[in-house]
């Protein structure tokens, strides 16, 4: 069973690996955000990370999530992982903070929507589809400019970046390829006139290829197993 200790050891474990990927890539560590993905981990593990320094969480269900959210620190900054369906967004934009999943218009426009009829705004990331996986959600790569006129006329949700979970490589290595790819697809975008105000925050890099991640260009990079241990279910 993991412990509170090996938890703010594992964080400060990443925290020092970003650290040396940083100091390899000349970045600075203060534009990472460690984000932990805490799907299916219990609650106490959330709350020894947050007494560990850890202030971005990440959950791939809403419900889960939302039955989380009363039993830790208010001061939790929550982003959302996993994929959105419709009729969830209105629940999403008054708990969350960022959306890294948007793989549609449909849920670009009802974020947007919802968080207009709120009075408030949300940021999101475009999920892409690198490697145009049937298994994966995302706008696919060549087909994202047609969108991107009307993606950047909403008001209410601010697109900030883009995300993507690449292919699994057994070699930590063979993942920076796609990593380039959405550096690349980041600054093509960043060209067009109607986005140059685009931040191009790039959410990629997991507990396995993390320090590959931030060497080329990660800003949030999404860590579970290796900060929170095995999932519990």
Not at 21 to 34: E, L, M, N, V, Y
Not at 91 to 101: L, N
Not at 170 to 185: E, I, M, N, T
């Amino acid at each position: 069973m993991i412990s509170s200790a090996q938890i703010a050891a594992n964080l400060e474990t990443i925290r020092q690996r970003v650290d040396s990927a940083c100091q390899r890539s000349g970045r600075d560590p203060q534009d990472i955000t460690i984000l932990g993905a805490s799907k299916s981990q219990p609650p106490e593990r959330l709350q020894w990370a947050w007494e560990a320094g850890l202030r971005v969480y990440g959950e791939n269900r809403v419900q889960e999530a939302l039955m989380k959210m009363p039993q830790l620190p208010a001061g939790i900054e929550w982003h959302l992982l996993g994929p959105l369906q419709s009729n969830k967004v209105k629940k999403v934009v008054p708990a969350f903070v960022a959306v890294h999943s948007i793989d549609r218009l449909k849920i670009a426009r009802a974020l947007d929507r919802e968080a207009a009829k709120l009075g408030q705004k949300i940021t999101g990331f475009l999920e892409i589809n690198l490697a145009t996986e049937e298994t994966k959600h995302g706008f696919l790569p060549t087909v994202l400019p047609n969108h991107l006129d009307e993606l950047a006329q909403l008001d209410s949700l601010q697109i900030v970046g883009l995300m993507a979970i690449p292919p699994f490589e057994k070699d930590p290595q063979a993942s920076r390829v796609w990593f380039r790819q959405l550096r690349a697809l980041r600054d093509t975008i960043r060209e067009r006139e109607d986005w140059q105000d685009f931040p191009g925050l790039l959410s990629m890099g997991m507990s396995h290829d993390y320090d590959v991640a931030v060497e080329e260009g990660a800003t949030h990079v999404r860590i579970g197993t290796s900060l929170f241990g095995p999932r519990e279910v």
